[in-house]
């Protein structure tokens, strides 16, 4: 279930980008969820600080 909300989070952001709208910061929304991201996180706004915290955290 972790793993989902997190998915969900890259995606509000991805949708917001191309749709237009507001989302809200990932924030900790990747606490407890065991994730990768090979490649493309520079391309999802905010999502480099938010994988930089959560590896730190563990």
Not at 17 to 29: A, C, F, N, R, T
Not at 30 to 57: D, H, I, M, R, Y
């Amino acid at each position: 279930m972790k793993e989902y909300i997190a998915g969900l989070s890259g995606a509000k952001v991805i949708l917001k980008e191309h749709l237009g709208g507001s989302y809200q910061p990932i924030g900790q929304d990747f606490a407890g969820a065991n994730l990768t991201v090979p490649a493309g996180s520079n391309q999802v706004p905010g999502l480099e600080e938010a994988l930089k915290a959560f590896l730190n955290k563990g």
